[in-house]
């Protein structure tokens, strides 16, 4: 009984050690260990997203869409989608994100033109569409015939910025359906509906 109990200790201490790596591992692959405040369905990203998209061709209904890439925490995805140039504070949450805050301080080689959020009030894991260059919606129009991997029926809010003026989302892919205009800090009936955009 004594030589169990000397035992009892190190299977403790084992447990602690594996749950403090598993939390490293968790962490360092860019996944948020904090839940949103409503569920995600099955195969919906766990951290914050960017994706890149190109304008719109001559001769083309949709743009070309990057896969999308997710980090664990908004200033993260900010700073990736901005090639680095704009860099949040920790004081700084999606729902006080302005378009000030996104112009950066040199020249920079993408550019932020909206931001969806999984809940309501510009609120939860967010997915950031960025562009190449800084003329943005002012040169140019931005389609997205289908959502990215994970994003699918899961918008509740969405702003928009830099020059863009429009930023219609769509209930179909290939923008059918309903069709509701953003920014919007809750989508109304289009609650999680969202399957196409556009960019304008």
């Excluded at 914050?48 to 001559?58: A, E, N």
Aim: hydrophobic letters at 35%; glycine letters at 8%.
């Amino acid at each position: 009984m004594t030589r169990s109990g000397s035992h009892k200790p190190r299977r403790v201490a084992t447990a602690f050690v594996g749950a403090v790596l598993s939390s490293l591992v968790l962490a360092s692959s860019g996944v948020s260990m904090t839940s949103p405040s409503t569920p995600l369905r099955a195969g919906a990203p766990a951290g914050h997203c960017i994706v890149h998209i190109d304008p719109v061709l001559p001769g083309h209904a949709a743009s070309k869409v990057g896969t999308p890439k997710c980090f664990a925490t908004f200033a993260q995805a900010i700073a990736a989608a901005t090639s680095g140039t704009v860099r949040l504070g920790s004081s700084v949450s999606p729902r006080s994100l302005s378009a000030r805050m996104l112009r950066p301080q040199r020249i920079a080689a993408t550019t932020v033109i909206s931001v969806d959020y999984h809940d309501s009030g510009f609120s939860g894991i967010s997915l950031t569409w960025y562009v190449s260059g800084t003329a943005g919606c002012a040169a140019n129009s931005y389609s997205a015939s289908s959502m990215p991997s994970g994003w699918n029926d899961e918008v509740s809010s969405s702003q928009r910025y830099d020059s863009c003026t429009h930023n219609p989302h769509y209930e179909n892919n290939g923008f059918g359906g309903a069709i509701y205009p953003c920014t919007c800090s809750s989508m109304g009936v289009m609650n999680d509906k969202t399957s196409s955009e556009k960019w304008s």
